[in-house]
């Protein structure tokens, strides 16, 4: 079955850095677009980047462009999220998610942005 287990997370202060991680497994991991979302506490999920099968294609929210960068192993069947110059406005859960006729996601990466 699918499954996405991201991890990375963290506190970290404002103007740092963080990688997260996305392993997945279940289903030719090659062939599919990953996206991160983020979700604020009160606030509805966002899409924050999302990255084409190959890796040759990127695209991010307006809010995380120039700071954020999404990569992809597909020889690790993994998809990072670079954070770098983060805000406390960052604050989030962020997941990784794919969809295949439908939706799965992952249980998500606690990030804190506070000094």
């Known amino acids: 079955q699918v499954q996405l287990v991201e991890s990375g997370g963290g506190l970290v202060q404002p103007g740092g850095s963080l990688r997260l991680s996305c392993a997945a497994s279940g289903f030719t991991f090659s062939y599919y677009a990953m996206k991160w979302h983020r979700q604020a506490p009160g606030k509805e999920r966002e899409l924050v980047a999302r990255?084409?099968?190959?890796?040759?294609?990127?695209n991010y929210a307006d809010s995380v462009k120039g700071r954020f960068t999404i990569s992809r192993d597909n020889a690790k069947n993994t998809v990072y999220l670079q954070l770098n110059s983060l805000k406390p406005e960052d604050t989030a859960v962020y997941y990784c998610?794919?969809?295949?006729?439908?939706?799965?996601w992952g249980q998500g990466t606690q990030v804190t942005v506070s000094s």
């Open positions: 990255i084409t099968g190959s890796g040759g294609s990127t």
């Open positions: 998610n794919v969809y295949m006729n439908y939706d799965y």
